[in-house]
C-alpha cells in the first residue's frame, strides 16, 4: 500500500485498462494518492512495456505510464480468473477497462455483474467509439480519432495535408477526461446533493474528447455552414500569434489583446503601425495577418531569440522561446517548480521522470517508483490482501491463471 498521502489517498482502483488512454489516466490518479492495482494478462503483457526507446531493454514509455501502480496478473477469461476480479472489485472504488466494447460482457464480468458485487462501484469504460452507435464494436486507435473528431483536418498549414500530432494526443486527451468524469461520479455518489451512495458507468471515447475542444465550431457549422481551415501556427480568432523565426532559431508570440499588441509594435520600433486603419483592432489584424505577421518576422530575424525576447518583455509584450526537452532539463522556471523529478529504479538506478501535476498545497503527489516488472505485486495481492494459500496460489499459477 502507498506509504504517502496525497489528496486521493484511501481511493481504490482497479485497472485493467492498459495502453495509453487508461494507462495514463490512472496515472494520474496513482500520482495523486490512490492505490491502483494494474492487471495484466499472465502471458500478454501490456504492449507499452514494448515501445521504446529502451534502456538496457526496459521500455522507458512503460517506466513513466506504469509509474506508481502495482501490477498483477490474472486470465479474465478463466472461471477462477473471473472470480479473483470480482473479489478484487469487492472493495474498489474504480474500476477501468478498455477492451473492446463486448468483451467483458463476454466474461460475464458487464457493469450489472461488477455492481452485484460492489453497488458502489464507478466503472470507466474506455473504447474507441464509445459504447453504442453503429461504430461502437469497432477497434479505434488514436490515430483514427485524431482523424474524425475533426482535429487533423484543423491541424497544419493551409497549403499542405492534414497533420497529426507527434504524441498520442486523443488518448491522452481521453485520459484527462476519464479521470475528470470518474471523479464527478466519486463526488455524485459521496457528496452530491447528500451522496447517492451508488456507483455508475462512465462511457469514454477517444474521438469525444478532441471533439469537445472545438469550441464554437458546432455553433458556426449549425448557424453559418463554417467549415474551419488549416491557419498553420496562427489562429483563426487573434492576430498576431505565431511561432517567429530569429536570427538563430524561433520564439512564440500572442498579442491578440489591443493594449499588448500596442506593447509589440513598440518592442519592434513600429509604433506607427496602431494607428494604421487594417491594424486598428483585432478583426482587422486577422484579416490582414499576413502583412502583420511579415512587420513583425521582418524584426526578429534580425535578432536572437535570447534578444528578441529580452526586448518584448521589456514592455510587458507575452512572449517565450520554443523549447525542446534537452531545454526543459535547463530552464530555471521548470527547475523552480520541481517539474522534473528523480527516483531509483531497480532496472535503471536512478531514473528523472516528469513530477506530479497540479500541484496541491496541503496534500501534494509524488512518483513513489517507476513502472513495476510484470506481475511483480501478484503475490502481495492475492495473498496478503485476498488471502489464497500457498498451494492455492501455486496451483493457478501453475495453471495459468495467475
Not at 6 to 14: N, T
Not at 261 to 283: L, S, T
Not at 391 to 401: I, T
Request: some cysteine; hydrophobic content about 35%; aromatic content about 8%.
Amino acid at each position: 500500500m502507498r506509504t504517502r498521502e496525497g489528496p486521493l489517498d484511501g481511493l481504490r482502483v482497479v485497472d485493467c485498462s492498459g495502453m495509453i488512454s487508461g494507462g495514463f489516466a490512472t496515472t494520474q490518479l496513482a500520482d495523486h494518492g490512490a492505490d491502483v492495482v494494474f492487471v495484466e494478462h499472465p502471458e500478454y503483457r501490456d504492449p507499452l512495456r514494448e515501445w521504446p526507446p529502451f534502456e538496457d531493454g526496459t521500455s522507458l514509455w512503460w517506466k513513466s505510464i506504469g509509474r506508481n501502480k502495482r501490477c498483477i496478473t490474472l486470465d479474465l477469461s478463466d472461471e477462477d480468473g473471473r472470480e479473483l476480479l470480482l473479489d478484487l472489485v469487492d472493495d474498489a472504488d474504480v474500476f477501468f477497462e478498455n477492451f473492446r466494447p463486448g468483451t467483458i460482457e463476454k466474461w460475464d464480468l458487464s457493469p450489472e455483474t461488477l455492481h452485484e458485487r460492489n453497488p458502489e462501484l464507478v466503472v470507466v469504460r474506455l473504447s474507441g467509439y464509445g459504447q453504442t452507435g453503429p461504430r461502437a464494436e469497432k477497434p479505434g486507435f488514436g490515430t483514427v480519432a485524431e482523424g474524425i473528431s475533426g482535429w487533423a483536418h484543423a491541424n497544419g498549414f493551409p497549403d499542405r495535408e492534414p497533420l497529426l500530432p507527434p504524441i498520442s494526443l486523443a488518448d491522452l486527451t481521453a485520459a484527462n477526461f476519464a479521470v475528470q468524469a470518474t471523479m464527478f461520479a466519486l463526488y455524485e455518489r459521496d457528496l452530491g446533493r447528500g451522496g447517492s451512495g451508488e456507483g455508475q458507468v462512465v462511457d469514454v471515447s477517444l474521438y469525444e474528447p478532441l471533439f469537445r475542444l472545438f469550441v464554437g465550431d458546432v455553433e458556426a457549422y449549425d448557424k453559418q455552414g463554417h467549415v474551419a481551415d488549416r491557419t498553420g501556427n496562427r489562429h483563426p480568432s487573434a492576430a498576431p500569434r505565431n511561432v517567429y523565426e530569429t536570427r538563430d532559431g524561433y520564439m512564440t508570440l500572442s498579442a491578440s489583446n489591443q493594449r499588448i499588441f500596442e506593447r509589440v509594435a513598440e518592442a519592434i520600433g513600429r509604433p506607427d503601425i496602431v494607428e494604421e486603419d487594417r491594424f486598428a483592432d483585432n478583426d482587422r489584424r486577422v484579416e490582414n495577418v499576413e502583412a502583420l505577421d511579415e512587420i513583425i518576422e521582418s524584426w526578429t530575424r534580425e535578432h536572437t531569440t535570447e534578444e528578441a525576447i529580452e526586448r518584448m518583455e521589456a514592455v510587458d509584450a507575452i512572449v517565450g522561446p520554443v523549447y525542446d526537452i534537452a531545454d526543459i532539463f535547463e530552464d530555471e522556471q521548470y527547475a523552480a517548480r520541481n517539474d522534473i523529478v528523480e527516483v531509483e529504479d531497480p532496472d535503471l538506478g536512478s531514473l528523472k521522470t516528469a513530477a506530479t501535476i497540479p500541484k496541491f498545497s496541503r496534500t501534494p503527489g509524488a512518483v513513489e517508483h517507476a513502472g513495476a516488472g510484470h506481475g511483480e505485486h501478484t503475490e502481495a495481492v492475492f495473498r496478503e490482501e485476498l488471502g489464497l494459500s500457498e498451494e492455492e496460489f501455486a496451483e493457478l499459477r501453475e495453471r495459468g491463471v495467475l
